[in-house]
């Protein structure tokens, strides 16, 4: 019988490719120029470059950047929850399980601004000496600081709304 979960108390879902449009282009343009080399060399027949890459290889390349990357790419999302006590978090596909922190080993949460270019040099699973971070966008956040002096710091786009789920578990 599944064990029936209660409703989060808090819930978040930041998607990479909402939030960083520049991103999308990125993606967009490798996956265009792979579909194009395809097309030219493997459909029409004709040899791109001086030296052109085998058929089998075009195809590899198509696969990766034209169909995986994008697909990676824009279902990447941040995902947190406060649920019966116990912070939860997920950057999925990269975690496809919740990872939680359980509030008996919160030692510290406050909300912060912070610069995810500046302070992690760029967004995603990102660390620096101070600790780890989970962002996608924007400049709001919750920093945990655990017991061993540990910071996570995780983006929020309502980190006012994650604290005081957070607190009102821990009275």
């Known amino acids: 019988m599944k064990k029936e979960e209660s409703p ?3 819930y978040e879902a930041q998607y990479m ?12 343009a490798i ?27 075009v195809w590899v390349i198509m696969v990766i950047f034209g169909i995986l990357f994008p697909l990676f790419m824009f279902s990447l999302r941040l995902e947190t929850r406060v ?12 975690h496809l399980k919740w990872r939680t922190i359980k509030s008996h080993d919160i ?31 924007g400049r709001g956040g919750v ?3 655990l017991k061993g002096k540990k910071e996570i710091l995780f983006g929020s786009k309502k980190p006012e709304e994650l604290l005081t789920a957070l607190n009102r578990r821990s009275e």
């Open 8 to 10: 989060a108390e808090f």
């Open 17 to 28: 490719a909402k939030d960083q449009p520049l991103m999308v282009i990125v993606v967009w």
């Open 31 to 57: 996956a265009i120029f792979s579909w194009g080399i395809f097309a030219v060399q493997v459909v029409l027949g004709i040899p791109v470059g001086n030296n052109p890459a085998p058929d089998s290889a």
């Open 83 to 94: 649920m019966n006590g116990v912070f939860g978090y997920r950057y999925f596909p990269v």
């Open 107 to 137: 030692k510290k949460a406050e909300v912060v601004d912070y610069s995810g270019l500046r302070e992690f040099g760029g967004w995603g699973i990102r660390w620096n000496r101070r600790g780890k971070a989970y962002t996608v966008a």
């Open 143 to 145: 920093r945990f600081t």
